[in-house]
């Protein structure tokens, strides 16, 4: 559990015990959540989405209470005589920048928005599977209704995007975004259409893989990408992701189908995410800067275990004749390159979680856009199947047959989640940053993969990054893990040296 | 959802919400308990100890906040003009004496039990390993002091162990426990003599039962029972219990071993705590109601499936043949007969949650007398192994050969769980009080077990006992359901003519 300085102020300790007992709440949140989506039988739902409420409403009313307020105000002479390094003092700094924000938003619209994402929810699925956007739209209109009434609590922005974004990624502006955005997609557009290849014969990634080697397989990875299983747990839902509730207490969620080997790469992803959790210094136990620092560090981590190692040949080299024993009728006469090939393929698709490495950041950016321009009006909801479609196909190049394949695939907007698309691809970039860094230091990387060992850099990871949890804003988190502000040029680097020497034999 | 009369004052509605959202708090609490027990990867045990502590001390606070008393006040001419059997006169009513006796606990000495509770729970679990009651006996100081500190909260009762029972079993006093446990002592003890057995050839009994085939028939009795699987779960535990996150979500624990079938009835046991909860009215959704009225009451219906239903003759006409059709090898030539006999067969052992249904009370009753010695001084704690062991042969005729299999044998004292154990007894007394009545509403039940057919006698439990979750006191509920207060002569009468019917054959 965490500590703090002996001679730390009496409001000191109150803070920091009112701020455990609020993270008690936000993580018994997750728990719960956890359990609705893995565990809970059918009938419970109304009822668990009363007390998901409770216990967000709870923790919310608890962190706006002016008493917060005052005993930050009185600990500001405490603070300076601290380490701007130190637990105490990033404690400080960083619940000031949450109150300030969180007494921003009214109660009433925080539980408004709450209930808005509940209702749209099961419409959106209904919606999705019937191709009919129709019937979501007022729903959607709702969501960005309330998303501008929630812009309108703030001030000072330059533009409305920034607020939203603020969210999932702190500090991050819509104009940095846009920039390495353009960048990116300058760069990926036409690097997509040199390398993409439609007409590959990978009929041996239909499988059948049998679930249970899929499920032993998945364990296996994230054991010797050094998960302790003391420490979490991996378990089937729908759409997978890991919750946490302590750094030694992680579960992470996957699916699996009899005809893809997806679930590898899922749990790769979500072992990242978790790992990142779990490593969090254990003096940060039980306060709010107990997590992964923003949706971006955080999907670099997960992209980095999944992609960077997960998709390199170092790893399957190592891997290979696992999985070629694990499924002998399917790949057994399957060379290990026509298989690496295989996960490698760009090839524009619909839907975004199948994207390949490369054609996924298109999906972003194109939501990216779309996002601004609905806050801004300057698109009408009415019109968006119009122009997710035409837009679609000018990145992709390919024509979107269906809502259901188009607009309608993603959750985010049924859950009001406007701003936090950006960061899947902001990780992407970010992945890649921390891996040269990563590579820099340890030079050895590629034969301690070969050789099945991936502590070292596991090891270097959590020192470097996972250990500092929220005590750093966002940007100075990167700074000091790879000496610099994001950056897109590694990350196009690192795609034209993949995919360039896959394309150019 | 529970609702109200449309005319309800708005302090009325006021008081609801605050009461929904305190008993969301407490239905996290108990999810989190059944993840901790039943999920939890070992790592998250520090960080889940300090969350449940949230979240009991959050409910605690908010529910002994002086606004509820002031809205309790505000109400008297409301609850006046209500029908006394309507929800919100039976939520105001219950309220107040929830109230009434939560705020006279401090907060200080509630969070003191709960961390003696936690502190003392691994000693006890070793000190019982390891048959070594003095390094307990500290713990148990503690327990028993805090117990003592806790009863001084109180005044106006007639003995100190009125207070500690009416956490479990409101309203009922120590005398009337004292009145029907001597009948049944008196009873008990040379029923037992007559009809005890030693010499019997139980060996079937040892199996080996194959794990998968316990379980599968541990659901088949549950969904026979009438619960429907889209509101329950079955999971392994090493202590099996009930727990509910709503009536819609009921999550059921077991255990399983080899070398014997105890788990169909531990299914049978659980799913009948489960029925209750799940049978509470939900109108009383999200209220403090909404729950079995008390722990005897509550026992009345995990015995009743159990014992009066599940170790029958009706009941193994209909399940004896898919029992043995499960376990070809252990029961295919065992007639039965014998195997009905096996099941209930009369034999003094050292350990309560192994006892059959007779002996059973007088575990319950000796554990009844020693916590009244202990809390007004009449045995010391250093000489309870003493007074525990010779009580013991004394009513069971069995002397205990160490402590493991004497004093320490139950997790209940560790917890300060003083005054729980008469309920297990009082449970038996009530089943058969509610037995003999929906056998005389249902004359044909013994044939419908035969015939596998439970859903009379399940919705008659739930139409008379379950849906009226906590609306009445445990003596107003008994009452209506069979028309008087508790009895021991039921219980007796049944036991006599069973186990004498098998003893004369």
């Given at each position: 559990m965490s500590e703090h300085r002996n001679d730390a102020p009496k409001d000191f300790i109150e803070l920091k015990n009112r701020l455990a007992e609020i993270h008690d709440l936000r993580r018994a949140q997750e728990v719960l959540f956890w359990d609705q989506t893995v565990m809970m039988p059918p009938g419970g739902g109304p009822v668990r989405g009363?007390?998901?409420?409770?216990?967000?409403?709870?923790?919310?009313?608890?962190?706006?209470?002016?008493?917060?307020?005052?005993l930050l105000d009185g600990l500001g002479s405490y603070e300076e005589s601290l380490d701007y390094d130190s637990d105490d003092a990033s404690l400080i700094r960083t619940t000031r920048r949450d109150w300030e924000k969180a007494r921003r938003v009214p109660a009433d619209l925080a539980a408004e928005m709450v209930g808005?994402?509940?209702d749209a929810h099961d419409v959106w699925a209904k919606a999705r599977e019937e191709n009919d956007y129709p019937t979501f739209l007022p729903h959607l209109e709702r969501a960005l209704d309330l998303k501008r009434r929630y812009i309108d609590c703030f001030e000072g922005y330059a533009e409305p995007y920034d607020v939203?974004?603020?969210?999932?990624?702190?500090?991050?502006?819509?104009?940095?975004?846009?920039?390495?955005?353009?960048?990116?997609?300058?760069?990926l557009v036409p690097l997509i259409a040199e390398v993409a290849s439609t007409d590959a014969d990978?009929?041996?990634?239909?499988?059948p893989f049998a679930i249970d080697a899929q499920h032993a397989l998945s364990l296996r990875v994230i054991e010797e990408f050094g998960f302790d299983p003391q420490f979490f747990r991996l378990d089937l839902t729908v759409h997978p992701f890991a919750a946490s509730s302590g750094t030694q207490d992680i579960r992470l969620t996957t699916r699996y189908t009899e005809n893809d080997l997806t679930s590898i790469f899922t749990a790769m992803h979500e072992c990242g995410h978790g790992l990142y959790e779990h490593g969090v210094s254990q003096t940060l136990e039980r306060t709010p800067l107990c997590c992964g620092v923003s949706s971006a560090l955080h999907e670099s981590q997960s992209r980095l275990w999944e992609n960077i190692?997960?998709?390199?040949?170092?790893?399957?080299?190592?891997?290979?004749?696992?999985?070629q024993a694990a499924f002998p009728d399917t790949l057994g006469d399957i060379e290990q390159e026509a298989f690496y090939r295989a996960i490698n393929r760009v090839k524009p698709t619909y839907i975004r979680v199948d994207a390949d490495e490369a054609t996924y950041n298109l999906h972003v950016i194109l939501r990216f856009e779309l996002e601004q321009e609905l806050i801004d009006g300057t698109i009408a909801l009415k019109d968006l199947p119009e122009a997710w479609n035409s837009r679609f196909e000018q990145y992709l190049g390919v024509p979107i047959p269906s809502d259901t394949v188009g607009v309608l695939q993603d959750v985010h907007w049924s859950g009001g989640s406007f701003g936090y698309f950006p960061t899947y691809s902001l990780g992407n970039i970010v992945s890649v940053q921390i891996w040269e860094k990563a590579q820099t230091a340890l030079p050895d990387l590629a034969a301690q993969f070969e050789a099945g060992e991936f502590g070292d850099l596991h090891g270097w990871l959590r020192t470097n990054l996972y250990a500092l949890g929220r005590k750093f804003t966002p940007q100075e988190t990167l700074d000091r893990v790879v000496g610099g502000p994001i950056d897109a040029k590694p990350y196009v680097r690192y795609l034209r040296e993949k995919l360039g020497a896959l394309a150019a034999v």
């Open positions: 009363a007390q998901l409420t409770t216990l967000d409403r709870v923790a919310h009313e608890r962190f706006i209470d002016p008493a917060i307020g005052r808005a994402a509940a939203l974004l603020d969210d999932y990624e702190p500090g991050m502006k819509t104009e940095e975004v846009r920039v390495v955005f353009e960048e990116l997609k300058a760069a990978d009929g041996f990634m239909k499988g190692v997960g998709r390199s040949r170092p790893f399957w080299n190592h891997f290979y004749p696992q999985v």
